[in-house]
């Protein structure tokens, strides 16, 4: 394939799905993008992180949120466009890498099983989690890691390093990118080097650095205690919880998600994967290992974990190609192609018909991510700029549409509900947050999946609240899911007096 088809097929690549993503800017934000964004606007506003929102994550997601806020405006479809040039890169990269360790057609074949995978509803692909972050930083960190063991150059293993650094710090899983580099250096090394301890002193003084400035700025800001409560001894505490036996549930449950949907292009990944490892090629069959570790820490195996392993999956399914392109050429671009087509019409709904409130609420079912537009909207006309709101409930998505400030920096009422030491002291300091700001306007969610609360989790806030709300506040909004395209709002004095059905989602209540 000469220069100019290559970059023929790759610019249609792209163009076919951005034009899957922009159909779908506008799907609600859900609550883990809500977490980001309102962080982002956090730090846009000249807020630390972690002084006015709690949270496990790392904060190189909030800053990548932040930088779409301020080039595209403060919106959920900003976040959805930066996705959209967050994949295409990827995608770019996943080629470029596959060009170095495989046939121009395997690359292809590979960028091709890429976006045909990360655009997936069973991966989640369409919303913008930070793993979809982390394998932007990871697979960059290869592809230089790639060029540096070629060149030998230090400046190359420290550009390296700070790549995979950079992984990390969108997320703790990406410390999987780094282990595998560093494996990977060593196992090249083999030989005895003389260069050997310079080169891994620039690839591990690259994997810090971004860390290490991370840490600095926020100590420099005053929260480097709260962020290492909640990045390290919380979200050990978090990662460690799960019995064996809910982690074999879950992980039946997410390979069930994935479904006919992905299942042609899983089974071209795990047609290379035989012929990688036929071949005694570690890389790639590594790089597997590791990204699906990284998808397993905690075991909850959630379906957006999995993004992790699509690079390495797209990859191996590119050495399926070039295995059976060395035999039948046209046979193997008609797989590829198939496999790829297969995975975006299983989902046809979703990708191509469905309205975005309806795409939310196909994919999350009750989870109260289109109404958090409208309840933000009517909080926004209602308050004032200097007005915090609190939310009871994990929805940080609407202090962010409203953009106003969360009455306590607990945005998640998950981490409060769970049965592990610091629970009672965390939902002490929500109550004590939301009493001395007095928020004029609570947002009571009332749908299970915002809190899932824990058996053996105290029950301190639930019964505080219930008491605070009934002494000094009323309804005045009420939002009740009528069907998949519809939700029924009463704003309001007649919200008082309306009934809360099963399905409705959420209660607005302003201060009397």
Known sequence: ???????????????????????????????DEGEYAYGASLLLGGRAPFSSMYSMKLPGTQFAYASFLALFGHSGAAIRFGLLLVNAATTLLVFALGRRLMSCGGAIAAAAAFAALSLSPAFLGIFAHATHFVILFAVAGLLV???????????????????????????????????????????????????????????CAGIAAPLLVTAAAVALAGTLPAMWFWTVTYAR?????????????????????????????????????????????????????????????????????????????????????????????????????????????????????????????AIYGENPFPEAVEIARYLREHTGERDRVAVLGSEPEIPFYARRLS??????????????????????????????????????????SSWLPHPGAPRLLPEWARRYVAQGYRVVG?????DLTHTRYVWGAAAESEPIEETTVALLLERR
């Not at 690549?13 to 934000?29: D, E, M, N, S, T």
């Not at 957006?304 to 046979?331: K, M, Q």
């Open 478 to 482: 009420n939002a009740t899911v009528v």
């Open 145 to 203: 890691l790639h060029i540096a063991l070629e060149s030998r150059r230090r400046r190359h293993f420290a550009a390296a390093g700070a790549l995979l650094g950079a992984a990390v710090l969108m997320k703790q899983a990406g410390l999987v990118f780094p282990a595998l580099a560093i494996c990977w250096w060593g196992w090249e090394c083999r030989s005895g080097r003389r260069r050997w301890a310079a080169e891994g002193a620039s690839l």
């Open 237 to 361: 505490e978090y990662a460690t919880a799960l019995p064996l036996a809910e982690a074999l549930r879950n992980l039946g449950r997410a390979v069930a998600r994935f479904g006919p949907a992905t299942l042609p292009v899983l089974l071209l990944a795990g047609a290379g994967l035989v012929v990688a490892l036929a071949r005694r090629s570690a890389l790639l069959p590594l790089l597997l290992l590791c990204s699906l570790a990284g998808a397993a820490v905690g075991f909850y195996f959630r379906r957006h974990y999995f993004i992790l392993a699509i690079p390495a999956a797209a990859l191996l399914a590119g050495c399926a190609f070039d295995a059976l392109a060395a035999r039948a050429r046209s046979a193997a671009v008609t797989v590829v192609c198939a496999a790829c087509a297969w995975t975006l019409v299983a989902e046809r709904d979703v990708l191509f018909a469905l309205p975005p409130a309806a795409v939310s609420r």
């Open 407 to 448: 009455a306590t920096g607990h945005v998640y009422m998950y981490s409060l509900m769970e049965a592990h030491p610091f629970a009672s002291a965390m939902q002490e300091q929500a109550i004590r947050e939301i009493e001395s700001a007095r928020p004029p306007y609570i947002v009571w969610v009332l749908a299970q």
């Open 1 to 31: 394939m000469n220069r100019n088809a290559r970059w023929a097929v790759l610019g249609l690549l792209l163009l076919a799905a951005a034009a899957i993503r922009l159909r779908l800017l506008q799907v609600p934000l859900e609550r």
